[in-house]
């Protein structure tokens, strides 16, 4: 069995979804993959994704997942699926602008640090919940706020990872008591890459975002 069935048998056992991640690869190769049915790819780059957006089959469902500067919000707002990393109010605020102009609602995961580098974006938990406080935010009617995204720390200490995997996890409960109780769209968990989604989807990760080991590595 090839390494991407494999991986999709694994993930449904623990009702997980796979983000094909594409960066860096060409069309062809997209479209390899759209034919076996996949159709959540993941992006980093915004111009990247909008030239790959304008050539490729429109039921493709492309996810944000690298840093997103806010002034690249609108080339990708007219038809991002979801933005996984979302880690300020001034970000947020302008993809609900975004999002309003093109008439659309704009589904966002917030971005949480949970590494021990300092070299990954995301915010602090008490940051978070301060974004979740501001009443502004109930203002904003076209984002939907779905749930959480983080990175492990990048060692071969499984139980690190696997710590920094249940910070997301219990930090996700813990909102979803507090803020979204009644809001059935706050269930997502988008966690885990190719050396560690093992992990992540036994701590509950509900999204893996997996490039290389299933399209190759990047040079
Ligand atoms: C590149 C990237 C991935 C996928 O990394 P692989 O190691 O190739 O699986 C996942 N998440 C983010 C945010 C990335 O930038």
């Known amino acids: 069995m090839n390494k991407y069935n494999e991986i999709l048998k694994e993930l449904s056992k623990y009702d997980a979804k796979l983000v094909l ?13 759209y034919n076996m049915g996949q159709k959540d790819f993941g992006e980093n780059r915004v111009q990247e994704m909008v030239e790959k957006h304008d050539k490729l089959p429109k039921d493709i ?5 690298g840093h997103l500067q806010k002034n690249k919000v609108k080339y990708i707002a007219p038809f991002v699926h ?12 302008e993809i609900n602008k975004r999002a309003k102009s093109n008439n659309r609602i704009i589904n966002i995961l917030l971005q ?15 940051e978070c919940t301060t974004l979740l406080s ?3 935010l109930n203002t904003f009617q076209n984002i939907r706020i779905c749930g959480l995204m983080g990175m492990a720390t990048f060692t071969k ?34 966690m885990g890459m190719s050396s560690d989604y093992k992990l ?4 509950g990760a509900t999204m893996v975002r997996i490039g ?8």
């Not at 995997?165 to 409960?173: A, E, G, Q, V």
């Open 134 to 136: 501001n009443k502004e």
């Open 82 to 93: 979801l933005i996984h990393s979302v880690d300020s109010y001034e970000l947020l605020k």
């Open 212 to 219: 290389s080991l299933i399209m190759g590595s990047r040079l």
């Open 112 to 126: 949480i640090k949970i590494a021990l580098e300092d070299t990954k974006f995301g915010m602090s938990k008490e």
């Open 21 to 33: 991640v594409s960066k860096t690869k060409p069309i062809e190769q997209i479209l390899h993959y």
């Open 61 to 65: 469902k492309w996810h944000q997942i």
């Open 157 to 190: 200490d499984e139980n690190e990872i696997r710590k920094e995997f249940k910070t997301l996890k219990d930090f996700h409960s813990k909102l979803k008591r507090d803020y979204f109780s009644d809001k059935d769209f706050f269930r997502d968990i988008s």
């Open 200 to 203: 992540a989807i036994q701590e």
